[in-house]
């Protein structure tokens, strides 16, 4: 072995610092001329050169010719720029390898291998990385690329991490480390080379596999010159920078956005693309583990990778930039004391600090943006699956899962599991921007260390009774939501009703008692969040007096250097401490709902697909064939809804179903559309089927599309239908004719009208097999006599209580307590049957004289083709004129100011509260300053003791967390009141709204109101001002010491605030409309989800799902864009603010830099430097 060693670094001692030429522990670490170091870097490198010799060696072999390294190619900015910075310290490290041979040579003391060796190794590695791999990613294995890639990344890392730290013990900069340092960039380049080809392989692979419809045949084409957001096309720079939003943000400036000036999402980030991915993972993994509830986050996570992986990338480069900012400060503190490396350190540090400051906020902005993303695909996927469930849900799945919490499911669940990517990373940068803490803390104050280290432990094992006991408070606030949401959405449905018979007291107070019920969970959560403020600020303290104490009793002295330094440091535990209480939250809050969502997303489905049977023989077009089947709504198969249930339909063949009341004739209908359980017996159905249901379905709509309803216009069958189903004086009637937007459950017709709609919509269908749920009750006499004679030629299945309809069948079935008794023409049965014929006389005595007309003939003037063309084309050009009766949501245009605020505050002493709590954070923010200026002004006094010091210290800082703890505890109590005011408001309008108001509102937008807008109230809303305000006051107390303490930076300052104002200014004009948007667009949603809900068997029956789910991917991509432009905007702005900030504090830098020595003492300069980091 020292053979071996002799071998490497000659006969002379290759590390002063370890001794030895190998050790078995990592003191090499320390230092990077060990022998044992360069051995490990000649290994690594030998490693990637073998890698890069196999991506040769496949790309030889390979179907495409290998046409050399320099051929005519088109490269990006982004590979260029790669193949420069690689390459070029590449040829630095050779011509240093080259260097160090020569020195050897004429000093004839050998040719030791780690002297020379290592950047040989390093410069060959360096320039293969620069010339082939960046210029040739094009043609180079995918997988093996990013495994080589992230090699790269992370051996780059560790030696510039290595070099920063040796530069800064030993003060020196050498060629070798700068050297490193340059490699870290080139590597990251190397990154972004790898995941912009990969990801443009994705995009046109995306392409290719869209002419295939993975959904139901049919996918959304997009124009290729429609308005895409900028951000699909722009560079790396561009999307660095968020440059790409700039032209969006000066428009918004000039003019108010509108709908149509927000572009569209990228392909990728579609609702469409996301579901396609989402389904194909998840049928992979359910092949693998069918039961297994775990596959839906294993395909969300395999559908995002990539991304998650970036961003994960983005947050390691945003913790190692941020822990660098305590070694910054002591190097800062120690030129202020005149122990500067070298002469221009200051300069030095004054740069690398903005750059580094610039660096951390770029990879934090690109880290939250990237999450971001993924969280917006992952809610567009779960709200895509649960529409998509719902409407294959069986009906006793239906009595667990209510529409009122399936809403739930959209709208809170889905949203809670979209914020969840955005915290992902925390859970693992939390513990290693730990551990990088507890390295400075021991490098500042030694052995003291493991004070911090403890009290830190402690806290943290604090937090798991509590987080379980969080996880309980929010389950039971979910579930008091659910309960309130299913109560609002059963008063909100019959809201009609409650009016009628004066029960809107009753009613309002169960949904009140609902809510105080909810009221105390939701208290209860409030102090839990006043809580983790509280800890957030209180741990450091603790931290920072266990550790006084013990640098006291153990000798350790406290200097300006290591002491500031040692503050710094430990706000960097600051932000992982406080950020773990929130983190269990948002974990535990996504993995109750996500597990409410699989819950649903595996509840039963119905058994359709086992009945319809298509047959493309015309001989059997309308036929149904049931034998010996039961059918049940509920799994208990012990007494089935219908029995032992034969029945032979012939094509043409007109059959009545009657009987009693509960007899089962609706259910008949639903188990021949699928609708019910088949627990026995065969069924076979074959051909199209229209239904029309005994309770009127009108989606939200025009009377045209209602009667379509999907299917393309034919005029002539058309203008039939219209006069079949006597709607042509009807349309007369109404504003805007066929045209005409009906409201939700069409509560702008009357009952005749909704049935005609209905019967409009089956009869245009043309359809094989008509299935009609007693639809002639609510239309006269003449208007049945025309339907009937439309449906001429059809197969019919009518439910009817009304007997005059009956001679005309073909047959009748008499059914009772689901068994068919009978089955004859009308004469027979009523000659053979005695409890036909009592059915037949009651119904005839309840009726009186009024008789039926004949149904082969029709007594009522029928109108004309050409009056019906005359009046369609009337109301189309009057279409556009005068208002329809739904409204659009209204949304406020341009600033409205502190208005909505004023309104929160202004009830049950909001004002007193606010602040008191704002007034309370403004001491908290003096005994901050307190603190810092107590130990700079003593920390090198040898009049004030140690102990004295630390007390003084410990004392102020427990004033500073009563302050705080008034704050919070104001904060829960603003909310809470606010909370309980603006509910009972709501309610209090909703009840008392006219009918007027509900014919108008979609019931969606209601309840989006009442379900994710008021828990945002709740949760999110008092939390939020008093953040703001507190950030508010601690930035202006910030800027007021550094102003004090060094005037001159004013020069910089106030010009960089007009500066910020401006991009304020641009920000809030875009900000303010993304958010309305986003706020209006996901009423449609919710709109539209309620809506299906309550037609799903209509729309099974039709069979529209297909339709109907891909408007529902239209309207989450209308949701979708808005919310992907306002968290970018959120970016733009942070990002410019930052870098502002950066420059204001860099100048202060050079400021106490360029002051004359002795003009600030060396605990002012720790103040200002901590104020900086």
Known sequence: MEDFWSTISGEFVCSETI???????????????????????????VLLLIMMMSFVMIQKSSLRPFRGLFGVERYSNLQLASAILNGSVGLLHLCLGIWNLEKLRKTNEGFPLSWWLPELSQGFTWLLVGLTVSLRLNHLPRARLWLFSILIFFFSSFLCALSTFYTIKSRELSLKEALDFLSFP?????????????????????????????????LNEVD???????????????????????????????????????????????????????VEQLRILKEKEPLSQKSYLWAIIFCHRREILMSGLFALLKVLTLSASPLLLNSFILVSEGDGGFKYEGYALAILFLLTKIIESVSQRQWYFRSRIVGMRVRSQLTAAIYKKQLRLSNDARLIHSGGEIMNYVNVDAYRIGEFPFWFHQTWTIILQLCIVLLILFYAVGLATIASLVVIVVTVLCNTPLAKLQHKFLTKLLVAQDERLKASSEALVNMKVLKLYAWETHFKNAIENLRKAELKWLYSVLLQKAYYIILFWFSPILVYVASFIACYFLKIPLQANNLFTFLATLR???????????????????????????????????????????????????????????????????????????????????????????????????????????????????GKFAYVSQTAWIPTGTIRENILFGSALDVERYQETLHRSSLVK?????????????????????????????????????ADVYLLDDPFSAVDAHTATNLFNGLAGKTVLLVTHQVDFLPAFDSVLLMSDGNILQAFPYHQL??????????????????????????????????????????????????????????????????????????????????????????????FAICQILQN??????????????LKLIVVYLLIGVSSIVFMLIRSLLAVSLGLQSSKYLFSQLVNSLFRAPMSFYDSTPLGRILSRVSLDLSIVDLDVPFVLTYTAGGTINCYADLTVLAVLTWQVLF?????????????????????????????????????????????????????????????????????SPFFHGFASNEWLILRLETACAVVLASVALCMVMLPPGTLTSGETSVIVTIEM
Not at 933 to 946: I, L
Request: glycine content about 6%; hydrophobic content about 40%; proline content about 3%.
């Open 933 to 946: 200026s107590w130990m700079a002004a003593n920390v090198d006094n040898p009049e004030v003791s140690t």
């Open 1052 to 1120: 910089v300052a106030i010009p960089t605030v007009f500066v910020v104002i401006r991009m304020q200014r641009h920000y809030f004009a875009a900000a303010r409309e993304f958010m309305r948007m986003n706020g209006t667009t996901k009423s449609f949603i919710a709109n539209h989800v309620a809506e299906t809900v309550a037609g799903a068997m209509t729309i099974r029956a039709f069979e529209e799902e297909d339709r109907f789910f891909i408007k529902n991917l239209d309207l989450i991509d209308t949701n979708a």
């Open 186 to 218: 080139g590597a990251i380049l190397l990154l972004l080379c790898t995941y912009k080809i990969s990801k443009y392989e994705d995009n046109d692979r995306g392409n290719d596999e869209s002419h295939y419809a993975p959904l139901s045949g049919q």
């Open 830 to 923: 009523l000659t053979s049957s005695h409890k036909f014929r009592d059915l037949v006389n009651a119904h005839k005595e309840t009726a009186g004289s009024g008789q039926f007309a004949d149904v082969t003939s029709a007594q009522r003037n029928s109108n004309s083709d050409r009056e019906i063309s005359q009046c369609l084309i009337e109301k189309h050009f009057n279409a556009l004129n005068g208002d329809q009766l739904i409204k659009q949501e209204e949304r406020e245009r341009g600033g409205i100011g502190l208005k909505p605020y004023f309104q929160y505050l202004n009830h049950n002493s909001g004002y007193i509260y606010f602040s008191v709590s704002s007034l309370s954070h403004l001491m």
């Open 572 to 686: 960097l535990v600051q932000d992982p401490i406080s950020i773990i209480p929130d983190v269990i939250g948002v974990v535990i809050q996504a993995k109750v709902a996500f597990s409410r969502i699989v819950k649903f997303l595996d509840a039963s489905e119905l058994q359709s697909a086992n009945v319809k049977k298509r047959c493309f023989n015309e001989k059997l077009k309308g036929s149904i064939l049931i034998e010996s089947a039961d059918f049940s709504w509920e799994r208990n198969v012990t007494k089935p809804t219908l029995r032992n249930i034969n029945l032979v339909v012939r094509p043409g063949q007109k059959i009545a179903i009657c009987g009693e009341v509960g007899s089962g004739k609706s259910t008949l209908l639903a188990a021949i559309l699928g609708e019910a359980r088949n627990t026995k017996g065969n069924i076979a159905v074959y």
């Open 224 to 278: 290729p010159i429609s308005h895409v957001t900028p951000f699909a096309k722009a560079g790396f720079l561009s999307k660095i920078s968020f440059w790409w939003l700039s032209p969006l943000m000066k428009q918004a400036q000039k003019k108010i956005l509108q709908d149509e000036d927000i572009p569209k999402l990228p392909e990728s980030d579609r609702a469409e693309r996301c579901y396609s991915s989402f």
């Open 19 to 45: 001794g030895k030429h190998f050790c078995y522990d990592f003191k090499f670490l320390k230092d990077p001329s060990a022998c044992i170091f360069h051995l490990m870097i000649i290994c690594f490198d």
């Open 730 to 766: 009807d349309l007369k009637l109404f504003p805007h004719g066929e045209f005409t937007e009906i409201g939700e459950r069409g509560v702008n017709l009357s009952g005749g009208q909704k049935q005609r709609v209905q019967l409009a919509r089956a009869l245009y269908q043309n």
